[in-house]
């Protein structure tokens, strides 16, 4: 099968193209929010918070807020560009063009991975101003910045094809990614929690995340750094073959 090199890059920028056009939507909403949890938390809390092993309360959050921004930038980039298209029946010429399905998730997927990572960064830039943080393995916090921005990416084509209706598209966001971040250990150490939460928490992948991008800035890590890394890496797998699947099937795409 040949790559239409050509049509794929012209759907990564468009949907680039997008993010930075309304700025004011898709990026600051994600950095304002987290700065105003840094603030919060790291100010308000944290004062009252011992240090967490070897380091303060702000330095400990920050990793876990960034990948909150991530995972909800990567997440929303794709689900609404999508349905949108869905909505508006734009979706027809994508599937009219010279364009494989993994060409359209991967258009799709690269513009919601660049602005997951603009958002990241902005949060790192906001949280270097009130507390100093250094970088343990700038591998690690790459790989986990990117794959848990193309999981969610994934997760986010999933749900536009999945929901017929605006109502549906906030199901996943409001009930389940969302719970699963603030229980994910972005504020708190699992190693905190009594029995037997914190063998509940053990069942949260988005702790995983949280995790082990937490280990690439300050070197220690609630659960094995390779329990994390196969978490991730094999639920950005299942969900980007579950993309190829419906989207094979036309599942939702043909009226």
């Known amino acids: 099968m040949t790559t239409n090199w050509i049509a794929f890059w012209t759907l ?3 949907e680039v193209n997008r993010v930075i056009r309304i700025w004011t939507q898709t990026l600051v909403p994600s950095i304002f929010t987290s ?3 840094i603030l919060i938390f790291g100010y308000s809390l944290g004062s009252k918070i011992s240090n ?5 309360y702000l330095e400990f959050i920050l990793p876990g807020l960034v990948m909150m921004g991530v995972i909800m930038s990567a997440y929303t980039a794709t689900s609404f560009s999508l349905y949108l298209q869905r909505f508006h029946r734009g979706i027809e ?9 993994w060409e359209i998730i991967g258009g799709l997927t690269l513009g919601a991975l660049v602005r997951a990572l603009i958002v990241g960064f902005g949060i790192i830039i906001v949280g270097l101003f009130l507390t100093p943080i250094g970088i343990f393995d700038v591998w690690i916090i790459t790989f986990f910045a990117i794959v848990t921005s193309l999981l969610f990416a994934f997760a986010g084509i999933v749900t536009a094809l999945w929901a017929n209706n605006f109502d549906q598209m906030n199901v996943f966001s409001t009930f389940l990614i969302t719970p699963l971040t603030y229980l994910g250990g972005i504020f708190y150490s699992i190693n905190m929690l009594p029995q037997p939460w914190n063998i509940i928490a053990a069942f949260n992948p988005i702790m995983y995340m949280v995790d082990g991008f937490r280990y690439g800035f300050l070197g220690f890590s609630d659960v094995p750094l390779v329990h994390s890394i196969l978490v991730v890496s094999g639920l950005a797998i299942f969900f980007f073959l ?7 099937k036309g599942y939702n795409l043909r009226s």
Not at 52 to 56: A, E, F, K, Q, R
Not at 93 to 101: C, G, K, Q, T, V
Request: with cysteine; charged share 15%; glycine share 4%.
């Open 12 to 14: 990564t920028r468009k």
């Open 35 to 37: 700065s105003l949890f």
């Open 52 to 56: 967490i092993n070897g380091v303060t």
């Open 93 to 101: 010429e994508l599937l009219l063009a010279p364009m494989s399905y």
């Open 242 to 248: 579950l993309c190829i699947h419906l989207f094979r």
